[in-house]
């Protein structure tokens, strides 16, 4: 039990994260969880009205079990496997955070100071949050995937749109947390 409630080392997660991805290639699917959004809508019944939605949501059924297997294995490995004390940051980011008034998580993996529920006590933050939703839900629409839909699966299959998008997904996390986010905070 001690060896899966601890940090494991990234060559054993990438080795199984690579046997799943030459799984789906193997089955011919591609992996992606932004899709599932889609799926979702679509399972409303709404593509009667948005065309963009009706689409047979069926033949995705396989990855919303995964959607669903990612929430539970989440749920599980924070209440019952997770070791807050192994969350490590380096001190200079922590400075760093303290300059910009948002304390250091304690062994969290999130500080409080963004997603604590005193968040939704200031009208500044409930539009950071809304506005950082929307744009992350428009930007995997625009891009044709999310992060680790291309990040993983996109580059496993050697597309170079999503290496394309991968570098501006890095690019914009760079700007995003050296000169926007400092002015926001």
């Known amino acids: 039990m001690n060896f899966i409630s601890q940090t494991w080392h990234w060559s054993i997660s990438g ?7 030459l799984c ?18 679509s399972l409303t019944g ?4 948005v065309s963009f939605f009706n689409w047979d949501w069926k033949s995705q059924r396989w990855n919303l079990v995964v959607v669903l297997g990612a929430m539970m294995g989440g749920y599980f490995a924070t209440h019952f496997l997770s070791n807050p004390t192994n969350v490590s940051i380096n001190p200079v980011t922590i400075l760093k955070l ?3 008034g948002i304390d250091a998580p304690n062994g969290k993996l ?3 100071a963004i997603f604590g529920s005193d968040v939704f006590q200031s009208p500044k ?3 950071l949050l809304v506005l950082g939703g929307f744009l992350i839900g428009f930007g995997s629409r625009y891009a044709g995937g999310c992060t680790s839909g291309h990040a993983i699966s ?9 290496l394309k998008a991968v570098v501006g997904f ?9 000169f926007i986010f400092p002015l926001i905070f």
């Open 170 to 178: 890095f690019i914009g996390g760079l700007i995003m947390v050296n």
């Open 110 to 112: 999130i500080p409080d």
């Open 125 to 127: 933050k409930i539009f």
């Open 15 to 21: 080795f199984l994260i690579g046997m799943v991805m």
């Open 46 to 49: 709404i593509g009667k009205r």
């Open 154 to 162: 996109g580059l496993s299959n050697f597309q170079l749109p999503s």
């Open 98 to 100: 303290q300059k910009l």
């Open 24 to 41: 789906l290639i193997y089955f011919g699917k591609t992996f992606g969880m932004s899709t599932n959004l889609r799926s979702l809508c």
